[in-house]
């Protein structure tokens, strides 16, 4: 069973578009996260949730919207997608802050 | 200037040598972690570590929190070690963010 699993892999998308990347882990972890991986292959933190709520948000364009339905999902949803998002997204997740990361496999998104 | 520096960029050592990726950090910090990406782009957490040395397999992670220092060890290197090495400072209660260095990328010759 996969722990943290993200869909779709890969994402090409003309720019303009509205897309979403999933995210559901099955762990049981209070704490999900979203990071994003530029061309320079630099990981940077975009959003946090605990147990639904939102605990950090970065400098993100506002095109970018965080979804917890519940603690096991946080999805990403991308307004207005522009050339400079292509990246790859991670999703991650962590039972508290005394403990580890679970990384998902990654989003590669290719705005066209 | 990142708040969190690894050195050397770039790495490429013989099968079986000693291996040292070093980690300096200017921000406060409640942990130091460790990662390992492969080349198929996916991400494994090596070490999480505030204090001391933590050791797993032929890994060897020590901290120095006085020096704001952090060393990840290889002993006897094989060329499946290669991948991107990346540590990342967590922040302090409240701000439990992670701040990546830029990499370490680390090839073994067989």
């Known amino acids: 069973d996969t722990a943290v699993s993200q869909t779709p892999k890969y994402l090409v998308t003309q720019m303009g578009n509205d897309k979403s990347i999933k995210c559901e882990q099955n762990l049981g972890h209070d704490t999900m996260y979203w990071y994003k991986q530029d061309s320079k292959k630099f990981l940077k933190i975009m959003f946090s949730?605990?147990?639904?709520?939102?605990?950090i948000n970065e400098t993100v364009p506002n095109r970018f919207s965080p979804k917890s339905p519940d603690k096991a999902h946080l999805n990403l949803h991308i307004n207005s997608l522009e050339l400079g998002d292509s990246a790859v997204y991670f999703c991650?997740?962590?039972?508290?802050?005394?403990?580890?990361?679970?990384f998902g496999s990654g989003t590669r998104l290719t705005v066209v | 200037k990142n708040e969190v520096e690894q050195s050397p960029q770039n790495l490429t050592a013989q099968e079986g040598e000693f291996i040292t990726i070093n980690c300096s950090y200017s921000v406060g910090i409640s942990a130091l972690h460790w990662l390992q990406q492969h080349p198929g782009g996916g991400i494994v957490s090596l070490f999480m570590?505030?204090?001391g040395k933590k050791k797993h397999g032929r890994l060897i992670a020590t901290i120095n929190i006085q020096e704001k220092h952090s060393s990840l060890h290889i002993t006897a290197s094989h060329p499946r070690d290669s991948a991107v090495y990346i540590c990342?400072?967590?922040?302090?209660?409240?701000?439990?963010?992670?701040?990546f260095g830029t990499g370490t990328r680390l090839t073994i010759i067989p």
């Open positions: 990342a400072a967590q922040g302090g209660f409240g701000n439990e963010k992670l701040t």
């Open positions: 991650a997740s962590s039972p508290d802050r005394a403990s580890g990361y679970t």
């Open positions: 949730y605990n147990n639904k709520e939102l605990i």
């Open positions: 570590l505030s204090s």
